[in-house]
């Protein structure tokens, strides 16, 4: 689990061109709390069940590929943990 800001930055947004703009124009916007780097489907099914237990919430990130806007964080008072697939 990383805590880091730039793992944190490079997680906040896709890699569709809005997320381009909005990023080369200073919207980050909202920055997941950490970054999860699960290397198996064990870990992953660990990581669920620790959410639901601590209650904070879960984005999986695969490529970033998104161009809907999914992978990108919406403000909570819960933790937000962006999952690196």
């Known amino acids: 689990l990383s805590v880091d800001p730039w793992d944190r930055l490079l997680h906040a947004r896709g890699q569709s061109l809005p997320d381009w703009v909005a990023l080369r124009s200073g919207r980050v916007g909202v920055t997941p709390d950490a970054v999860a780097f699960p290397e198996s489907g064990e870990q ?38 962006s999952v690196d697939l």
Request: proline share 8%.
């Open 44 to 81: 992953v099914a660990d990581l669920l069940a620790r959410a639901g237990r601590a209650g904070y919430r879960l984005v999986p990130y695969g490529g970033g590929t998104s161009v809907a806007g999914h992978v990108n964080p919406v403000a909570s008072d819960e933790p937000v943990v």
